[in-house]
């Protein structure tokens, strides 16, 4: 890995870290397991790729770097819902998570429920709070894209079709669409947030979309592999699920070396895509290239 990019990795881990730690201060009442549960999700652990994401975006039109942390914060809160209700015996029944037991494992379900839709909750609180950006109307469009990229046109849909691949065979196309509404659209969102912090219109945020759509497809076949040929004490994860569920995946589909093929055209595709930016573009051409080397 780069050295400025795992600077920048590390300071950003840090700063969300530091985040939670004052958002999620536990309660001396009944609700304490479930701030317990919140925190035991959301702090240590993960490449905190999608916080990085908007800090490069935004950088790249000198955003103020707490508004940055702020909305990278709010991402984040929807990644990690996401990943607890994943994990639960109704969808992928797992017991391990960057390393650790899951949620659900570590407490009880209905914890595990609470602290994913908690966690929910707080990405809007998040972005709605002056602290986010001092223009209520960069707040709102921050809000409803976010909330789009987390809905059944995002996110959640994609989650909803990668259930129905456990029973139904998918082709490349519709395995490709899964993966944009599942991974790529909070990637998306990321490159786009940081446009809208910077005030571009939506009409200059073209090679951005572009680069986020080739590196969220780069960043799934790559996970693809990692469940194919990595390491469980590396990934932090089990692997091997997708092939014992019978799950369609770029590698089944494509095969070990054309899926590495085409994740590293994809993240050349997405460097190009950056071209008309300098110097201050390197921090996302090397995030590009991590998101194929990374073994976790």
Same mark, same amino acid.
């Given at each position: 890995? %780069?050295?400025?990019? /795992? ?13 939670? @730690? &004052? ?21 240590? +652990? ?15 039109? /000198? ?12 991402? %984040? ?19 391990? &998570?960057? +390393? ?13 429920? $609470?602290?994913?839709?908690? *966690? ?37 849909? +994609? ?18 669409? *899964? ?7 909070? !990637? ?5 947030? +940081? ?25 799934? !076949?790559?996970? @693809? $592999? ?10 932090? /994860? ?8 019978? /799950?369609?995946?770029?590698?089944? $589909?494509?095969? !070990? ?16 895509? *950056? ?8 921090? *996302? ?7 194929? %080397?990374?073994?976790?």
């Amino acid at each position: 890995m %780069e050295l400025g990019l /795992k600077a920048a990795m590390n300071q950003v881990a840090e700063d969300v870290d530091r985040a939670f @730690d &004052r958002l999620l201060a536990i309660p001396a009442d009944p609700r304490r397991s479930l701030y317990e549960a919140m925190r035991h999700a959301a702090i240590g +652990g993960g490449k905190r790729l999608r916080p990085l994401l908007v800090r490069a975006s935004a950088d790249l039109f /000198k955003v103020d770097p707490a508004c940055s942390l702020r909305v990278g914060l709010a991402i %984040e809160c929807v990644h990690v819902y996401s990943l607890i209700h994943d994990d639960m015996p109704c969808m992928d029944d797992d017991d391990m &998570r960057r +390393g650790r037991p899951t949620v659900h494992r570590a407490f009880d379900e209905a914890t595990a429920v $609470l602290a994913g839709d908690s *966690l929910h909750a707080l990405a809007f609180e998040v972005l709605a709070e002056p602290e986010t950006h001092a223009d209520p109307f960069i707040r709102a469009e921050l809000v409803s894209e976010l909330a789009r990229a987390s809905g059944p046109a995002g996110m959640a849909g +994609g989650q909803m079709m990668d259930l129905v691949a456990e029973t139904e065979t998918f082709d490349l196309p519709t395995v490709t669409k *899964l993966q944009q509404l599942k991974t790529g659209a909070l !990637i998306s969102f990321c490159l786009e947030a +940081g446009a809208i912090l910077g005030h571009v219109p939506p009409e200059g945020r073209r090679p951005l979309r572009g680069y986020a759509r080739d590196i969220g497809l780069a960043f799934q !076949i790559a996970d @693809d $592999l990692l469940d194919v040929e990595g390491q469980e004490e590396l990934t932090g /994860k089990a692997v091997g699920k997708d092939a014992n569920a019978g /799950k369609a995946t770029f590698v089944s $589909l494509l095969g !070990i070396d054309r899926a590495r093929s085409q994740a590293r055209m994809l993240v050349d595709q997405a460097i190009g895509h *950056l071209a008309s930016f300098g110097a201050e573009a390197d921090l *996302l051409r090397a995030i590009a290239r991590y998101v194929v %080397e990374r073994d976790r």
